[in-house]
């Protein structure tokens, strides 16, 4: 995958750091607040609430809430993790003429004289819906686009067989 000379600076202990747009960093870091500063307070104060109740063996609620927040506190881990072990791709100082994470890519299905738009994201990102499907650029339509140019045609294995492409346009 092409990435900036930042990026590779960035390289983690297994290999590259995930590479992920600005958008999609301010998402997660979104989230993570969400998570930290609204929900975990507000499951905490549930589990206060439940403690108060009395004898906790049989205090379905307040097991409940304990698992809420073992959860929560899981994806709070995961999140930082993601946060931690990203890289912000500026989309702008990629190259134009090849298909590189962070561009959009026209596509025709040659056996099915179909067209679609794929953009190439980071995790976090994907899409399914939408006139422009997001998909993650470690995907196996996606690397075997990464590099390819205009005109360029690419074979991909899918569940319902081996789709022959050609790239129409890269944006």
């Not at 600076?9 to 607040?33: C, N, Q, R, V």
């Not at 422009?132 to 686009?145: E, G, W």
């Amino acid at each position: 995958m092409f990435l900036p000379r930042a990026a590779e600076a960035a390289s983690t202990e297994d290999g590259m750091a995930t590479p992920i747009t600005k958008e999609g960093y301010e998402k997660k870091k979104a989230e993570l607040d969400q998570l930290e500063r609204v929900d975990k307070p507000r499951i905490s104060q549930a589990i206060a609430e439940a403690r108060a109740e009395g004898d906790l063996r049989e205090n379905a609620e307040y097991h409940a809430q304990r698992e809420s927040l073992g959860l929560l506190e899981e994806r709070i881990r995961r999140l930082r993790g993601e946060l931690a072990d990203c890289i912000i791709v500026d989309k702008e100082s990629l190259p134009k003429d090849r298909v590189v994470f962070g561009r959009q890519v026209k596509l025709l299905d040659i056996g099915e004289d179909f067209e679609e738009t794929f953009e190439l994201v980071g995790p976090g990102e994907e899409d399914y819906t939408g006139d422009v499907i997001k998909i993650l650029s470690t995907s196996p339509l996606a690397t075997q686009l990464i590099n390819k140019k205009v005109d360029d045609e690419v074979f991909v294995d899918t569940p319902q067989g081996k789709v022959h492409y050609r790239i129409l346009a890269i944006e």
